[in-house]
């Protein structure tokens, strides 16, 4: 979502001149796996985090692992999103539930989620709640259903993606919504609630959010995942 004046390589230097220390990229898939990871490995950049559903995303649907009757479709692309996270050393994986509602949307997701731990359990893996508005329809869209999804599947490797932007859009206490879910979150992301731009406006308070990271002794990654108000390198002033 940053660097989009760039091609997808050149963003990779991009960030890593801008100081950042590591990246993550929705959807890496429309380009060559060597070629990223030649990008990293010059750049000395790890990659934190890639998604699935695609490698054949092609503005279709955001995920299918909550849709019932896509189950083949889900561990066909999954072990495509495991080559490229492989190759990549992608440390997660997030798992798109999609647009579904119901008990058996639950169930297969549920059922997905276990058959996707198992199938590769030295590799960490993502459910992320996200807003309705955004996303209309998309299944996991409640931090409390994720948290009971994450017991109920109760696997080692699947943590929770904490977007404190969709955890104000869905809930409004960012805050008291990450004291629920803080021990369950292994990575962070973070954008304004106005128009998902730099993480600055103060309607969340970063600052604080920030803070109360450290004093928790936090150690994952916290990623700006945010549309630019103009180019990346003059909105940069929240991170210091």
């Not at 985090?49 to 066909?76: K, M």
């Not at 798992?95 to 549920?110: D, L, N, Q, W, Y």
């Not at 709640?129 to 080692?156: H, K, Q, R």
Request: proline share 7%.
């Amino acid at each position: 979502m940053l660097f989009k004046e760039l091609s997808f390589i050149e963003r990779i230097a991009a960030a890593k001149d801008a100081g950042f220390d590591a990246v993550e990229v929705l959807f890496p898939y429309d380009e060559p796996r060597h070629e990223i990871a030649k990008a990293l490995k010059l750049r000395n950049l790890p990659l934190i985090l890639i998604n699935t559903p695609p490698p054949n995303w092609t503005g279709g649907e955001r995920g299918f692992a909550a849709i019932p009757g896509g189950e083949d479709r889900f561990r066909h692309d999954f072990k495509r999103a495991m080559r490229y996270a492989g190759a990549l050393k992608s440390n997660f994986i997030h798992i798109m539930s999609g647009a579904a509602e119901g008990p058996a949307a639950r169930s297969t997701f549920v059922a997905n989620l276990r058959w996707a731990a198992a199938h590769a359990p030295q590799q960490q893996l993502t459910i992320e709640p996200i807003n309705t508005v955004d996303m209309p329809g998309y299944f996991l869209n409640d931090f409390d259903m994720a948290l009971d999804i994450l017991s109920e599947v109760a696997a080692p490797n699947l943590g929770l993606q904490f977007d404190a932007y969709h955890a104000h859009k869905i809930i409004g206490n960012m805050l008291a919504t990450w004291d629920k879910c803080r021990d369950h979150t292994v990575h962070i992301q973070v954008s304004d609630p106005e128009g998902r731009h730099e993480p600055s406006s103060r309607i969340i308070d970063y600052p604080a959010f920030f803070a109360h990271l450290d004093a928790e002794g936090y150690r994952g990654y916290v990623s700006g995942e945010y549309h630019p108000r103009g180019r990346t390198e003059d909105g940069l002033d929240w991170i210091r």
